[in-house]
Structures are given as C-alpha cells and as structure tokens.
C-alpha cells in the first residue's frame, strides 16, 4: 500500500513548534515520517500568504503521522499553533544540478539518473560531457581537467516513499 | 614593441656617454621591468580566467615576455647583457631546474599504497608528517606523494574539503621551509650565498605556524568527523606499503650533494665567460645521476600510481627560462639601491617586518621564488649596493640576519593564502577536485580559511620575532 504525504503549515513560533513536533515524536516514539521544512530545502509555492519568517512552519508528513498530531493539537487549543494549510501531496519537483570533474562521481550520476523509481521522470535535462586528452595529467601551473561532466535538470513525479527517502 | 626599441635607444645613448664600467642596475629605467611584470600576471591570472588558452600557450606566452626583454636588452648593452644572461642562465636558472628536476623525479618514484581511515587523528598525523618531509624532498616532492594517500583515507567523507585545504597550508608551504630543498627560493638563496643550513633557524617561525594550524586542523576535522555517517567497514584492508622506497637513498643523495656543494672548495672553471665554481658542476651533475638512476630503477607502475608526467617539469623549465630572463633588470635596478630607478620606493621598505609582509604579499599572488629574489635583491641594495651579490648575502646574515628571515618567511609561508600563491597549491587542488572533492573557489580558499585562519598566525609571527 502506498504511503501517502501531506504538507501541513503551521502558524506559530518557529522554535516552539519545532520543539513541539520533534518532543511529540519521541513521545509518541513516532521514527520517521516527519520532515521540517526549515530543515530541508521544501518550498511549496502555492502559498499565496507569507508571513514573516519565523513564524510558520512548513512540515511534511505521514497520512499517520499528521492525524497524531492534528488529534494532539486538536486537545490543546490554547497552545499557540494553528493550521495555515493542509494539503495533500499529489506530485512533487526539484531541480538539480551537478559539475564534476571525477570520471567516479560521473558514472554514479549516470546511474542515478537512469535508475530512477517508478512515477518519477527527469525533464529538461542538459548534460554536458567534455574530455580532453590534452589535459591528461598532473600540472602546476597550468591546470586544466581532461573530463568534466557537468548539467542540470528537474525531476518530477509522484510523491511516493521512495522518492521521499531520496 | 615600440617600448621595445625605446629600451635600446635609452641603453645604447648611455654606453655611448661611457658608462661602461656602472652597473647596469644604475641606467636601466623603470619600465624594463615591465616584460617581468608582464609574465608574472600571466603566470597568475590566465589559469584563472582563460586556463585552456593558457594550458596551450602558455610557452609562446612565456617566450613574447622572453623576447619582448632580451632583444631590445642585448641590443642597448651589447657585451654586458650577454654577460648578465649568460650569469642568469648559467649559475641560477640551470642548477635551479636540476634540483627540481631530480627532487621531482626521485619523489615521484615513491609511491604510498594501502588503506587508511581518515579519521581526525590520522588526518592529523599525515599532515604534520608531510610538513615534515616537505623541507627534505620539497613541497611538490611531498604533495605528489602525499596527496593520493589522503584523498583515498578521506574517500568515503562527505566533509573533507578543509582536509585538502590545510594540506595545501601545511604539506605544499609552509613545510617547505626549513632547508633549501624545501621550497624554490630557499634553493635560489642557497645559490647566492646563504648556507644550507641558516634556513634551520627558521624552526622556532615554522613552529609558530604549524603546531596551531595541527590544533586548529584537529578540532575543526572533529567538528566536521561527527557530522559523518560511520565509516565504511572495509572488507578488504590493505596494509600501507611504501613502493619505490630505495628512492629515499636517491633522496639523501640529494640532500648530500647540496650539503657538500656549499662546504668544497676545489677550485673554479670558465665556461662561455663565466666564472664557475667546480663544487656546483658537480652538484649538478650528481643530482642529475641521481635522478637518472631513479628513472632506471623504478617500476612505471609505481610512477604510474603518482600519475608521474613530465608535464610539470615542462612547465617549470619553461616558465622559469621567461621568468630568470625578464628578471634581470628588476633585480639590477633592486641591487643598484639609492643609483637605481627605484631608490626611492626601496627607501620606504625599513624593517623586516616590511620586508615579512612585503615579500608574502607578493608571493601571495606571485610565484614566490620571483618575489623572494626581488626583495633580497632590494635588501642588498638598500645595505650593500653595487657589492658582489655573495658579499652582500654573507653581510645581511652577518648584520641583518632578521631581513634575509623576513624574506624567506614571507615567500614561503604566503604562498598558502591563495591556489596561485605556488605551484603545488594548483596541482594539490586539481588533483582533489579529480577525486571528487569540491574545492572552495578562488576566493572562498580565501575569505573562508587563508585570511580568518593564516593572516592571524602570522601577525603573532611578525609580532614575536620581528
């Protein structure tokens, strides 16, 4: 069965709700299934209202992980938070980009990008790959790499478990 | 070019007034430093802002500057420019790329193998081993045998930009400075005077420098290890082993032949008029046996897990025949003090702690074995102008001991504060950034380690000794 995501905002002081959820988690001995927004470079862009910063919190969770909390949130009404935005997530994006000059790392990109899990799709993407015989070898003053693979692009698709944990 | 022939119309109007026996450093002008000038921001500048062009051209480039001076010089001196060429050629630039050469290639033949965990403590202990080893076999020696190790302990880390970073510090500067194996303007002061051994005095500076850079290096790669997933569980744990290790008694060979170099006295011999001395013949020629005995005795695997080219050496031969050509009347016009064209700016460089922070700020951005000759040359000037340079070597150390420390210091030790401060700092980052590791940019290098970590360290140096 698979998993399903919700985006919650919570409006309320950024450091008292991160204590909040991260303190009801291990109450609730809740591992993983949870991920702040402040943490991790999520930005929803559909909310039409920003306040200031610091005062809302972006979170991603679990279908039972946010009913954990709403219900716990739901019995504390005093307690200084409050919902902005409750959204299930249907797809989800991120761009990316990558510049090297290591064959290793190269390869492990290529893999990545060909392996990807199912529902998930890469788009626009540019790679660009330059090898230069020339530049073969150690220099001192004139240095210059004889591969470099750089490029970038989106990928886009369902927000599945596996591309959450990715 | 019209520069060009100014230059030999100014030069030839003064021989013809008789000035024959004034040095030449008294009639050259300012601006026939200028072909100097000009390869020096070539050296420092392409590889930043056109590095394929440069990669390409950089010997054409080298030989513009090359002709741009010696054509309008030999034409404006005639005899004397031949003379001051021939000297530059003979008794610097050749033995200087000797040493290098046989250092590189005896270095290169000694190859690190096995796995290491690159833990802080470990890290630790490969960087002051390298800062050791790097005033024995050169930072470029200690650097290429080095740097593979390192990057290999630290493959499985996230965070190990820094390591490389103060392995540039540590292993490819400010090791190097200790004897005049260590570092190329060591080695050009050893030819001009200074003993092999008055390096060693610089101990208590090096010390200075070093030991808080370990401590800094060991708290900052603690901070940086626990940030870490845990280490990979190898399953294969390969002992460390030391191939080609018969190179280290090519090595001490070296040491030998330079030690002996500047204890022998056997006598002296004229070659194309210029006056050499026996025991420097046969230094050179040592070094080159030596290092052709290495080439006959190691295995190309072993060179090969070094990635040993001569590319680097091409490099330095090259660079170096524009750089010790254009240098000239630089270093004239420094030696002439008060008579020459820059008598009045050498006025206003007074202590040594000027001369500290002078020469590290031009070898900061310059190569520094040319930033090391421009202001000892300024420094026999200012206190024994128009004297043999070897006289005036052996009075800065008699009477101005702390001046030839100033400069040595500043061209070796500022030579960490950016990737062109010297050589081995772009092949170090080069070599990481093939490996995999992301290395700060040009300025990050600086705004995030060289300045906040090294600019303090040697304020306290210029504090307790200068």
């Known amino acids: 069965m698979t998993t399903v995501y919700h985006e919650i905002v919570f409006g309320g002081d950024q450091m008292l709700l991160k204590g909040f959820i991260r303190g009801f988690g291990l109450g609730r001995s809740v591992e993983g299934g949870f991920w702040l927004g402040g943490d991790h470079p999520v930005d929803t862009g559909h909310l039409k209202r920003r306040p200031l910063r610091g005062n809302y919190v972006h979170a991603i969770c679990t279908s039972a992980v946010r009913r954990s909390i709403l219900d716990a949130l739901?019995?504390?009404?005093?307690?200084?938070?409050?919902?902005?935005s409750d959204k299930k997530i249907v797809r989800a994006s991120f761009d990316f980009k990558f510049d090297t000059f290591s064959r290793e790392i190269a390869a492990t990109i290529k893999d990545i990008l060909k392996s990807l899990p199912a529902g998930l799709q890469v788009l626009a993407y540019e790679p660009k790959e330059t090898v230069d015989e020339k530049a073969r070898g150690v220099e001192l003053y004139s240095p210059t790499h004889d591969y470099r693979f750089e490029g970038k692009g989106r990928i886009e698709g369902d927000f599945s478990d596996e591309s959450a944990n990715r | 070019m019209t520069t060009a022939l100014v230059l030999a119309a100014h030069g030839a109007a003064r021989a013809?007034?008789?000035?024959?026996?004034?040095?030449?450093?008294?009639?050259?002008?300012?601006w026939s430093v200028l072909p100097f000038v000009g390869i020096l921001l070539s050296i420092a500048l392409f590889p930043l802002f056109a590095p394929h062009f440069w990669h390409r051209h950089y010997p054409k480039v080298t030989a513009f500057w090359g002709?741009?001076?010696?054509?309008?010089?030999?034409?404006?001196?005639?005899?004397?420019?031949?003379?001051?060429?021939?000297?530059?050629y003979l008794l610097e630039y050749i033995p200087f790329i000797i040493l290098l050469w046989a250092l590189f290639t005896v270095a290169g033949g000694i190859h690190l193998k096995g796995s290491l965990n690159g833990t802080p403590r470990l890290n630790t202990l490969l960087l002051a081993i390298g800062t050791a080893i790097a005033s024995w076999m050169g930072t470029t020696g200690a650097a290429m045998i080095l740097i593979r190790t390192i990057l290999r302990a630290n493959k499985w880390r996230k965070h190990k930009a820094h390591v490389i970073v103060f392995f540039i510090f540590l292993v490819a500067n400010i090791g190097g400075s200790l004897t005049p194996l260590g570092d190329p303007p060591l080695f050009l002061g050893f030819l001009v005077g200074v003993p092999f051994f008055w390096t060693m005095k610089l101990i208590p500076h090096m010390l200075l420098v070093a030991v808080p850079l370990l401590a800094i290096f060991f708290v900052m790669d603690s901070h940086y290890y626990k940030k870490e997933e845990a280490a990979p569980k190898t399953t294969e744990k390969t002992p460390l082993k030391i191939e080609g290790a018969h190179n280290l008694l090519f090595l001490a060979g070296i040491v030998g032949a330079v030690l002996v170099s500047g204890m022998w006295r056997p006598g002296s011999a004229t070659i194309l008029g210029v006056h050499e001395e026996i025991q420097n013949l046969s230094r050179d020629g040592v070094l080159v046996l030596l290092g052709l005995a290495s080439l006959?005795?190691?295995?190309?695997?072993?060179?090969?897990?070094?990635?040993?080219?001569?590319?680097?050496?091409?490099?330095?031969?090259?660079?170096?025949?524009?750089?010790?050509?254009?240098?000239?009347?630089?270093?004239?016009?420094?030696?002439a003090g008060e008579n020459g064209a820059l008598g009045a700016v050498m006025r206003t460089i007074e202590t040594p702690a000027h001369y500290f922070w002078l020469t590290g700020s031009l070898s900061s951005f310059l190569d520094n074995a040319p930033s090391y000759l421009t202001f000892l040359s300024s420094a026999l000037g200012r206190f024994f102008p128009d004297l043999p340079v070897l006289q005036g070597v052996h009075g800065l150390i008699a009477d101005k001991s702390a001046y030839l420390e100033g400069i040595s210091l500043g061209a070796v030790f500022f030579g960490a504060n950016t990737y062109i401060g010297n050589a081995p700092n772009f092949m170090v980052k080069s070599i990481a950034e093939e490996a995999g590791v992301r290395m700060p940019s040009f300025f990050g290098y600086m705004f995030k380690y060289s300045i906040p970590i090294l600019l303090p360290l040697f304020f306290l140096v210029t504090l307790v000794f200068f």
């Open chain 1, 74 to 84: 739901s019995k504390a009404p005093d307690c200084g938070f409050e919902i902005l």
């Open chain 2, 16 to 30: 013809e007034t008789g000035h024959a026996g004034t040095p030449i450093g008294h009639s050259l002008p300012v």
């Open chain 2, 67 to 88: 002709v741009i001076l010696a054509v309008p010089f030999l034409a404006a001196y005639h005899g004397r420019g031949v003379d001051a060429l021939l000297h530059t």
């Open chain 2, 296 to 335: 006959l005795t190691t295995k190309k695997a072993t060179r090969a897990g070094n990635e040993f080219t001569w590319g680097p050496i091409r490099e330095v031969a090259i660079l170096f025949a524009g750089i010790f050509t254009t240098i000239v009347p630089a270093l004239a016009i420094l030696k």
